[in-house]
């Protein structure tokens, strides 16, 4: 017994001494991720055209957001011990002369306290060697931000010192893609590269739902990319495979130049290239063609002629989630989003599950949402949707309910519009049926917003209430619903669709 007493003190008492470092790595880190964020904003500042500038800011943020995290992770769990200190206190209470903390239940309870100390110690060791690793990594950071900062200096500027864009999100600012966005509009501002006298084109790739049109919708909004050319033209592609397909593109492309509307009706492929070609032959244009899912090689080469009749610098981008797609392109060097990282992410995800509310007052339900987090494959479009499901009831019951349906949806293993408004559909009022996923450009009229639906399933025609009071048009019980893919105005904005249908329990 007093070896196993000895072995099991040295053990508390080694845990204690790695706990009484924690506090001070904490300061530290608390003092060093100013200075990186510092960095990190003045090159919001610049016009970084050095890839391997590019890189080493990418590095900065992404330290930054595991500084962050961890700094977060810490204080839920203090947060957390606080409210179960609370919950536990005992009070004394003077009986007859006895104190009532001396009761054998009230010993025992202590002792099971003192066993859910020990082992929650040993559960958290592995946060504890997070919290050394991202310290590490943040000296290394700190180290070299000097330097960094001399070759900034170098870089012209481009904003003034008082329009500081922050780490996280703000309306208006794309999230945590600064380097993308730089790389965009470096391309942008490139001279050809071509003998051909073809115009260039940027593939932008990524899964669905990764934020490609947004990062192509606030290049476009830049203001050095509207200076530089005369016209920005963007338009939804989804197929560029036949005739009909190139007429349908040279229309919408002729639709913004001339704001036409007959030309929407017109067939002759060589009449629509004519007048796109005395639109564009004295101008330097961007176009940006989205959402290109399935491509020949014949008729995209096709479309590639007749968009090269501008003046040189004329640039396009194509953005699409194929990158077999790609090889049919004849392109520059493409451009891949993919996921946020864990730690990147859950700020995103964060913002849009708690709204105005204050993570910090509800450290369970961060808790919870973080493991939530963890399962969405870092999908912008995934944060929107579940987190507005998890905003209109910030109840832990709720929340580890939308987790149950994660886990068992296995949503990690493929992370598709589909899959995002399939989960979505579970976890709402009548557990609806998806029928399709398609694209559209604007509202409609049998078309609700995500943020209505919710209502819409209980008040509205699928509900049993309604039922014999009319349907949504001609498909019955069916519901078509719109997933904005941005925050952009409608009138240049694509928007997801799906269409669903009441079970027959309805």
């Not at 005369?230 to 495979?241: K, P």
């Not at 309910?401 to 598709?416: I, M």
Request: glycine residues 4%; hydrophobic residues 40%.
């Amino acid at each position: 017994m007093g070896e196993i007493v000895s072995k099991g003190s040295s053990f508390i008492i080694d845990k204690y001494r790695k706990y009484t470092l924690v506090n001070e790595k904490l300061e530290t880190i608390e003092q060093l991720l100013p200075k990186i964020k510092s960095a990190i904003e003045e090159s919001e500042r610049r016009w970084i055209t050095n890839e391997q500038l590019l890189q080493w800011l990418k590095t900065l943020i992404h330290a930054a957001y595991q500084a962050d995290y961890v700094l977060e992770t810490f204080n839920y769990r203090r947060m957390l011990e606080i409210e179960e200190k609370a919950r536990n206190k005992i009070t004394t209470v003077n009986t007859n002369g006895r104190n009532y903390i001396q009761s054998p239940h009230n010993i025992a309870k202590r002792i099971r306290t003192s066993y859910n100390c020990a082992k929650r110690m040993v559960m958290d060791d592995e946060e504890i060697t997070q919290l050394g690793s991202v310290l590490q990594r943040l000296e290394r950071a700190i180290y070299d931000v000097s330097e960094y900062r001399k070759l900034l200096e170098k870089c012209e500027v481009t904003v003034p010192q008082a329009l500081r864009t922050p780490l996280y999100m703000e309306k208006g600012r794309v999230f945590s893609r600064q380097v993308e966005m730089e790389r965009i509009i470096n391309f942008l501002f490139l001279p050809s590269t071509r003998d051909d006298q073809r115009v260039d084109i940027l593939p932008l790739l990524g899964d669905e739902g990764m934020g490609k049109t947004t990062l192509a919708l606030h290049a476009c909004n830049n203001e050095r990319v509207r200076n530089h050319f005369s016209f920005i033209i963007f338009i939804s592609v989804l197929c560029v495979e036949t005739k009909k397909d190139l007429v349908l593109v040279l229309r919408k492309i002729l639709d913004q130049l001339c704001c036409n509307h007959s030309l929407l009706f017109e067939e002759d492929l060589f009449e629509l290239q004519w007048l796109i070609k005395q639109k564009l032959k004295k101008e330097k244009f961007l176009i940006v063609l989205d959402d290109v899912l399935q491509v020949d090689q014949i008729t995209w080469s096709v479309l590639h002629d007749y968009l090269s009749c501008g003046k040189e610098g004329s640039k396009v981008i194509a953005a699409s989630p194929s990158k077999e797609a790609v090889i049919k392109f004849d392109t520059v060097e493409p451009i891949e989003l993919m996921g946020f990282q864990k730690e990147e992410y859950w700020f995103f995800f964060r913002d849009h599950a708690f709204g105005s509310a204050k993570p910090e007052h509800h450290p369970k339900l961060a808790i919870i949402g973080r493991e939530i987090a963890k399962r969405m494959q870092g999908s912008p479009l995934a944060a929107k949707i579940i987190g507005k499901l998890l905003r209109d009831k910030l109840s832990a019951q709720h929340w580890v309910n939308v987790l149950k349906v994660l886990v068992e949806h296995r949503l990690w293993a493929s992370c598709t519009v589909f899959d995002i408004c399939s989960l979505f559909l579970k976890l709402i009022p009548g557990h609806p049926r998806l029928l399709r996923v398609s694209y559209g450009p604007c509202l409609g009229g049998n078309e609700i917003r995500i943020d209505n639906l919710e209502e819409e399933l209980i008040s509205g025609p699928f509900s049993k209430k309604r039922e014999n009071r009319g349907t949504m048009g001609p498909e019955g019980n069916r519901l078509r619903v719109l997933v904005a893919k941005t925050d952009f105005p409608t009138n240049c904005c694509m928007y997801h669709t799906f269409e669903m249908e009441a079970c027959s329990s309805y």
